[in-house]
C-alpha cells in the first residue's frame, strides 16, 4: 500500500486543517488507518486511528475533542479534520496503515504496528 498525505500548512493558534491522506496499490478497506505526528525535537507520537470499516476510533488524549478521523472507503482516503489548532500541534503529520486481527487500543496506538506510512506533511501553528 502506498499512501499520500496532504493538506498541512501554516494556520494561526484556533484555526482549523484538514489533513488528507490518499491510498493506493491495496485493499484499502483491509487495513486500519491511523495518523501519527512528530514535533520538532520530539518523538513521533499517536494522534488518532480509525478501524477498516470507520466504525471504531481511537484518539490521543491531546487532541481529543479536537480532532476527528474519517475515512471512505469508495474513494480510498483517510482524513483528520483538526479544529481548535494550538502551537504544540505543530508537526509533521504521518498517515499509517496496518492489518489487525484485533483494533485494540493498546495494539493500534504503537507505531509498530503499521506496516505502511505516508511522507508527511507540516503542519504549523503559529500563536
Known amino acids: 500500500v502506498q499512501l499520500q498525505a496532504s493538506g498541512g500548512g501554516l494556520v494561526q493558534a484556533g484555526g482549523s486543517l484538514r489533513l488528507s491522506c490518499a491510498a493506493s496499490g491495496g485493499t484499502f478497506s483491509n487495513y486500519g488507518m491511523a495518523w501519527f505526528r512528530q514535533g520538532p525535537g520530539k518523538e513521533r507520537e499517536f494522534v488518532a486511528t480509525?478501524?477498516?470499516?470507520?466504525?471504531?476510533?481511537y484518539y490521543a488524549d491531546s487532541v481529543k475533542g479536537r480532532f476527528t478521523i474519517s475515512r471512505d472507503n469508495a474513494k480510498n482516503m483517510v482524513y483528520l479534520q483538526m479544529n481548535s489548532l494550538k502551537p504544540e500541534d505543530t508537526a509533521v503529520y504521518y498517515c499509517?496503515?496496518?492489518?489487525?486481527?484485533?483494533?485494540?487500543?493498546?495494539?493500534?496506538?504503537?507505531?509498530?504496528?503499521?506496516?505502511?506510512w505516508g511522507q508527511g506533511t507540516l503542519v504549523t501553528v503559529s500563536s
Open positions: 480509525i478501524n477498516k470499516s470507520g466504525a471504531v476510533t
Open positions: 499509517a496503515a496496518g492489518l489487525f486481527v484485533v483494533f485494540s487500543l493498546a495494539r493500534t496506538t504503537n507505531p509498530s504496528a503499521y506496516g505502511y
